[in-house]
């Protein structure tokens, strides 16, 4: 990234997972990618990363992200107001089963959140880059902030010491939803972990180097178990050739 170029820090991301109808992932993709890019950008967003979760052949899973909340409101009316997406959108909505799954985000903490470089962003019908990102979410009870500590105090400092550092770690954006056209999921309070690695053996030997360092097996992962309400879930993601997330 050249020092010159803008980069992009959103302080709103939208995590969104779209269930699609079976066989038209690709379809999606190759839509998305050549419409739906630029011109979501121009109206003031940033599109930071598209994948194909590698966990169902049927999921597409993507982040956009705002400047802060009045943004967001000013870019999706503009957007899903404007001409592209009358044209296109029908088309897109064809592929979908349900589009709901959204996740409202803020990074956790100074510096915690995604740094991208949009004119940096592959051309249309660039391959796949050979990646593998890991986005792990952890979900709490609201208004109850220890899950939340342990994973920034105790879980963070740890991934930094024993591997690549986080690309991102995000929690819950808890401003009122002012585009109520896209509803967001409600009456969670999340943290989520973005991690890249060359490839999944990577991840699965950080991950392991993780889990049996005394800390987080002796004291980290059991203060999580005990305050989180769900399991936690782990996206397993392969970029797409257009993704600044890789």
Known sequence: MSPTDPVDRPTVIELRQYTLRPGRRDELIELFDGEFVETQEETG???LGQFRDLD???RFVWLRGFRDMAVRHRALTAFYG???WAEHGPQANATMVDSDDVLLLRPLSAGSGFAVCPSERPQAGTPAPDRFVCATVWSFPPG???GIAL????LLPVLHKTGPAPLAVLTTETAHNTFTRLPVRTGDHVAVVFTSYPDEQAYRRHLAEVQTHPLIRD????GIGREQTAAPRTLRLAPTGRSLIK
């Open 45 to 47: 967003m940033v599109v």
């Open 56 to 58: 169902d052949p049927d």
């Open 151 to 154: 994973v920034r105090d105790g």
């Open 219 to 222: 004291e980290v992962l059991p």
């Open 82 to 84: 404007g001409p592209v």
């Open 144 to 146: 109850r902030p220890d």
